[in-house]
């Protein structure tokens, strides 16, 4: 299994002094400069993620996905939101840094082969994954497929001119 996300960016990997290989510009995300790298995206954007969700969904007793996990800051969120009967499935092409609760139930897997988990799910969030896909559109028609009715699915990627970097 290969990460779209690093194929799209490896042309020449180097190894850096540190041992840490570099794709190109990007840093694979199972190194521990990746991992840190993973750090820094929920430090600037859990708080606007969790605010939106919060706001609309993450009910106890719902059942949630997060796909793309990165280190499971975003799952870890809607498990506890979601206690003691949500579900929360995890779902990522590298578990090397996720750490959620046991109760996570997590999928090493890639995404470029369908949903692991078809659900129903309440929520679905799924954050600076799509964009690196080329088949993201068949993504996001399981998605929506997989969604309960009166169900969220909640895309956050960047965009310019930069808007409301939660919302798409
Ligand atoms: C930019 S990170 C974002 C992580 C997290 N969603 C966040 O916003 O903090 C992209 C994540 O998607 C995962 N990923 C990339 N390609 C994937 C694929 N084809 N299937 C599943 N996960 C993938 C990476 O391993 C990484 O954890």
Same mark, same amino acid.
């Given at each position: 299994?290969?990460?779209?996300?690093?194929?799209?960016?490896?042309?020449?990997?180097?190894?850096? %002094?540190?041992?840490?290989?570099?794709?190109?510009? %990007?840093?694979?995300?199972? @190194?521990?400069?990746?991992?840190?790298?993973?750090?820094?995206?929920?430090? #600037?954007?859990?708080? $606007?993620?969790?605010?939106?969700?919060?706001?609309?969904?993450?009910?106890? *007793?719902?059942?949630? #996905?997060?796909?793309? %996990?990165?280190?499971?800051?975003?799952?870890?969120?809607?498990?506890?939101?979601?206690?003691?009967?949500?579900?929360?499935?995890?779902?990522?092409?590298?578990? @090397?840094?996720?750490?959620?609760?046991? %109760?996570?139930?997590?999928?090493?897997?890639?995404?470029?082969?369908?949903?692991?988990?078809?659900? !129903?799910?309440?929520?679905?969030?799924?954050?600076? #994954? #799509?964009?690196?896909?080329?088949?993201?559109?068949?993504?996001?028609?399981?998605?929506?497929?997989?969604?309960? $009715?009166? *169900?969220?699915?909640?895309?956050?990627?960047? @965009?310019? !001119?930069?808007?409301?970097?939660?919302?798409?």
């Amino acid at each position: 299994m290969t990460t779209e996300l690093h194929r799209q960016q490896t042309s020449a990997p180097t190894k850096a %002094a540190s041992g840490t290989t570099v794709y190109a510009g %990007a840093i694979s995300s199972s @190194t521990d400069l990746g991992g840190q790298q993973l750090g820094y995206l929920e430090e #600037l954007l859990d708080q $606007p993620t969790t605010r939106f969700i919060g706001d609309v969904a993450a009910r106890e *007793g719902q059942r949630c #996905l997060d796909l793309g %996990a990165g280190r499971g800051s975003i799952a870890r969120w809607l498990a506890g939101r979601t206690a003691p009967t949500g579900r929360v499935t995890a779902v990522d092409i590298e578990d @090397t840094h996720i750490d959620v609760p046991p %109760a996570v139930r997590v999928y090493r897997h890639d995404v470029n082969e369908g949903l692991p988990d078809k659900g !129903p799910f309440d929520v679905i969030h799924t954050r600076l #994954l #799509l964009v690196h896909l080329k088949r993201r559109r068949e993504l996001l028609a399981q998605l929506i497929d997989a969604l309960a $009715p009166g *169900g969220w699915l909640v895309i956050g990627e960047f @965009t310019h !001119p930069r808007t409301d970097p939660v919302t798409g």
